[in-house]
């Protein structure tokens, strides 16, 4: 489905994704008082220590950005971080918040897995819940540094002031937090719909193996290829496969041809079709 032709689900996954951000923070982050990172971390931080309520610290802190990306930055960027960065301190107001588990670990675990499914989403929508992710980009801007490089020296100092306010253990479980954070972003980001591309070679039974294919799958490439040290011509095949296929489809392979070749690489997500998005 294109979010283009849709623009209510657009609006709706926008909400929902910054409803998730807010559940991870006040479900989880915030009653064990840990900072895994960003402006909702110093938001978490500031009420820990001083009494600030989070959703006004993080009001501050998120329209502190936004105007300095008005002085950096291209309106296209500030439009795409604007929203997500004033309606964030919304979201968080009107959640509520209690301690869901009295064990720290699954806390952080859970929030760090929630955290990264919402931020994924929004960036999926090439929109942003903001604060100190746009001082990356007015470093890369504007002094060609590498943003993901600056956002995780950022980070990484904002947990590292868990150690003057919970001490060590806080700041251990913040760092384990931040790592579920971002493969929780990466999975969400390539889906988790896995498929292997096959690179398949026989000298002795390629049409065999063609044969046997072509009864199963209708989406086959054929490419010229020739070897390095005979310079013979050949064919090789190339086929995408999803996850439960592929020993099946090994051993089918292998059972016309014991020596047939075979390289197979992990592929995120295919697009176009008979796989359709």
């Known amino acids: ?10 609006w709706v996954i926008f909400a929902f994704a910054l409803e998730i951000i807010a559940v991870a923070i006040n479900f989880f ?8 990172g960003g402006s909702t971390g110093l938001a978490i931080l500031a009420h820990a220590v001083f009494g600030w309520d989070r959703a006004l610290t993080l009001f501050i802190i998120n329209l502190a950005m936004v105007i300095l990306a008005a002085f950096f930055l291209k309106k296209k960027v500030i439009k795409n971080i ?23 670990f699954l806390a952080v675990a859970y929030g760090g897995a929630l955290l990264g499914v919402g931020v994924a989403l929004l960036y999926r929508l090439d929109a942003s819940s903001g604060g100190t992710t746009v001082l990356p980009l007015i470093l890369k801007e504007r002094f060609y540094l590498n943003a993901n490089i600056s ?14 306010v919970d001490g060590v253990s806080a700041f251990l479980l913040a760092a384990a937090s931040q790592l579920i954070t971002t493969l929780t972003m990466q999975y969400t980001e390539a889906g988790l719909d896995r498929k292997y591309q096959l690179q398949i070679m026989s000298n ?3 049409n065999d193996i063609m044969e046997m294919l072509q009864t199963e799958y209708s989406s086959l490439t054929l ?40 390289i197979a690489s992990r592929v995120m997500k295919v697009h176009g079709g008979s796989w359709g998005l």
């Open 1 to 10: 489905m294109k979010l283009q032709s849709y623009p209510w689900v657009r």
């Open 29 to 36: 982050y915030a009653p064990i008082n840990i900072a895994a």
């Open 82 to 104: 604007a929203l997500g960065s004033l309606l964030l301190p919304v979201a968080l107001a009107i959640t509520p918040s209690f301690k869901l588990t009295q064990n720290d």
């Open 151 to 164: 956002l995780l020296v950022i980070d990484m100092s904002i947990i590292t002031l868990n150690l003057f």
């Open 204 to 206: 002795t039974h390629f």
């Open 223 to 262: 490419y010229d290829v020739t070897g390095a040290y005979s310079h013979a011509a050949r064919q090789q095949i190339l086929l995408v496969v999803d996850t439960s296929d592929y020993g099946r489809l090994l051993v089918a392979i292998h059972h016309i041809d014991p020596n047939a070749f075979i």
